[in-house]
């Protein structure tokens, strides 16, 4: 298949040597020429670690519309902070029976993508899934290299209700879908994202070490028993809104155990016994994306949901609150919430639709 890849960083790297590996043409795409300019040159990647080797690409670029007009199956590898502007670059090139897959969607990232594909202009039969995770466990280690740690089991993928998920994932590469799982609602995907639970927090609290120069090992070293008992109780409240929106998801821990195929009695043990978070450390500062995809993309519209549903959200707000006191930023401001994603928790309960979204455009088109 021809396949569209949006994002040279950590797993777009990854999902263009896997795609190219498995057979398929991988037509990459990055916002910034100046990061790919030895992808252009070489065209091809290299792959170490769980896959090994160096794998052809047909197209290197920074134009949206030529890997768009060239594949129908479109995978968005980048942060969700980068989402709206995507969807504003893809809105004039995307057509019907495109398929745009979001890794991960964060937290109601198709919602969030579809609507601002609808504030665009496109009302194309374009189909948008996201997952709950990255397929891969990766980092990059030069600008055309990858070091793919391992490929996590059973990644859940949703789509809006209604749709023919099965008949979608039939239209993509089947690799992937050794590896996807679908989900029986966006619930799963969005409040069964883990991200905000394993990096949000963790970069707080070792706010000193990060910044210390020091390089540490960011799950080992940086997620000690009383940082681990911590995100459980976040952990917790996760799990709760997911109960009382009538999609439960797994725990942090189960996730781990089962991702990874671990065998573990408790979150902490699940971290430490993990071996593919051995090497894998900390950020060098703040400005990261465990700071500010995962706070406004995650903790915030969990807050914002679990609270509309009565619960205190404490752990979750005492995360956020202690994010917007070092950093200076209102990430309750900034972030998604149910408000900005035009959805109400009815509907997160019986499914969101297409139509949902769409109608609540023409009213806003109206308003205006």
């Given amino acids: 298949m021809k396949v569209a890849i949006i994002g040279s960083g950590n797993s777009g790297l990854a999902m263009a040597a896997h795609m190219s590996f ?114 891969y466990t990766c980092r990059k280690v030069t600008p055309r290299k990858v070091n793919i740690i391992t490929l996590k089991r059973d990644v859940l993928i949703s789509t809006f209700a209604g749709i023919d998920l099965p008949e979608i994932l039939r239209r993509l590469p089947d690799e992937l879908n050794r590896f996807y799982v679908p989900a029986e609602s966006m619930v799963e995907t969005s409040i069964g994202n883990v991200g905000m639970i394993f990096h949000c927090a963790p970069m707080l609290l070792n706010t000193g070490w990060v910044e210390s ?89 969990l807050e914002s949901m679990g609270k509309d549903l009565g619960l205190s959200m404490r752990y979750t707000g005492l995360v956020i609150d202690l994010a917007n006191a070092l950093l200076g930023e209102n990430f309750r401001e900034t972030g998604r919430t149910a408000e900005k994603l035009h959805i109400n928790y009815k509907d997160l309960m019986r499914g969101v639709r297409v139509e949902d979204i769409e109608e609540e455009n023409k009213k806003g088109d109206e308003e205006y």
């Fill in 213 to 301: 120069g020091h390089k540490f090992r960011y799950y080992r070293e940086g997620i000690s028993r009383t940082v681990a008992d911590f995100i459980e109780n976040i952990d917790k409240e996760r799990q709760e809104v997911a109960k009382l929106l009538k999609h439960p998801v797994i725990s942090a821990k189960e996730w781990l155990a089962h991702s990874y195929g671990l065998e573990c009695t408790s979150l902490y043990e699940c971290i430490q016994s993990n071996p593919s978070y051995g090497e894998i450390f900390a950020p060098a500062n703040l400005n990261y994306r465990y700071i500010y995809e995962d706070i406004p993309f995650g903790l915030v519209p």
């Fill in 22 to 135: 498995t057979g398929n043409k991988v037509y990459l795409w990055n916002r910034s020429g100046e990061h790919i300019e030895e992808l252009i040159e070489k065209k091809t990647v290299e792959a170490v670690g769980a896959l090994v080797g160096t794998f052809p690409l047909e197209m290197v670029t920074t134009d949206m519309g030529d890997v768009i007009r060239e594949a129908k199956a479109v995978f968005v590898t980048t942060p969700a902070t980068s989402h709206h502007d995507l969807a504003r670059l893809m809105a004039p090139h995307l057509r019907d029976g495109h398929i745009v897959v979001l890794n991960p969607g964060r937290t109601f990232g198709a919602v969030d993508f579809k609507d601002e594909l609808l504030k665009h202009g496109n009302f194309r039969q374009v189909d948008i899934l996201e997952t709950q995770t990255i397929i």
